[in-house]
């Protein structure tokens, strides 16, 4: 896969251009967490912020340039949830997160096959969250 196409010492405020507010007058803490992400350099987000924004479908397209390389080294990647979640997260995303970065939408299916690769208890999580078939059954 190319580098990033996003420069990764800016925030998803910079890159987007877009304010998503102060985190002191959010309504929930689940909104402050995200606008406390959004206002901090992608580089610097940690494993749970990414997640958090993963599962909220939030910061796209730059997100995944942030988050492809650590799904490359492992496609069980932890944002926070389970094993997997963010993969698993994005396999479930509307197609128009891909938009931009058409090349990642491609190589889902190869970091989902070797996610499966993995022990059964390691990929138990992951497959469950995409509703398949225990590992240890038979396919039918």
């Known amino acids: 896969m ?3 196409l996003t420069d990764l010492s800016l925030s998803l405020e910079q890159l987007s251009g877009w ?3 102060n985190p002191d007058d959010a ?3 689940m909104i402050a967490a995200i606008q ?3 206002k901090k350099p992608l580089r610097e987000l940690t494993d749970e912020e990414i997640g958090r924004l993963v599962v909220q479908h939030y910061g796209y397209p730059y997100l995944l340039d942030l988050v492809w390389p650590k799904l490359e080294h492992d ?5 926070g949830y389970y094993p997997g979640d963010v993969l698993s997260n994005l396999i479930r995303a509307e197609s128009g997160i891909w938009a931009d ?3 990642y939408k491609a190589a889902l ?3 989902y096959r070797r996610a499966l690769e993995r022990s059964p208890d390691e990929v138990q999580a992951f497959r469950e969250s995409l509703r398949l078939p225990d590992s240890k059954s038979p396919p039918n």
């Open 101 to 103: 970065r058409p090349s």
């Open 36 to 38: 406390r992400s959004w």
């Open 75 to 79: 496609p069980l990647f932890e944002g």
């Open 109 to 111: 299916e190869h970091l």
């Open 19 to 21: 304010s998503e507010g």
């Open 27 to 29: 309504p929930t803490p």
């Open 2 to 4: 190319a580098a990033a």
